[in-house]
């Protein structure tokens, strides 16, 4: 191998991988919390913190932000989530 390439190599290894970006999802079940992402993957709580409360209730008692979209920000290798808002 020659030098070029392998200096070319060392820049490829030393690229910052790509960010994390938020994702949209849909609360589907509460207050036993479950996220729809897309058509197939569902969240559950045990893979997200919330920045938000999303127990609150109407006069009637049902969850205001059931069947809402909330906007995640996966963090460990996507295999987590932080629930920054819910989209209104």
């Known amino acids: ?3 070029i390439t392998e200096l070319a190599k060392l820049f490829k290894e ?3 991988a790509n960010g994390y970006s938020p994702m949209i999802g ?3 079940r509460l207050p ?3 996220i729809q ?3 197939k993957v569902i969240v559950t709580s045990t893979r997200i ?3 938000i409360s999303l127990n609150a209730v ?3 008692g049902r969850y205001i932000h059931l069947g809402k979209e909330v906007v995640l920000l996966p963090y ?3 295999q987590k989530f932080i629930l920054i808002g819910v989209v209104q």
């Open 37 to 39: 992402l897309g058509d």
């Open 49 to 51: 913190k919330t920045c």
């Open 14 to 16: 030393r690229e910052n």
């Open 32 to 34: 036993d919390l479950k």
């Open 1 to 3: 191998m020659n030098g």
């Open 26 to 28: 849909r609360i589907i």
């Open 58 to 60: 109407d006069e009637s």
């Open 76 to 78: 460990a290798d996507s």
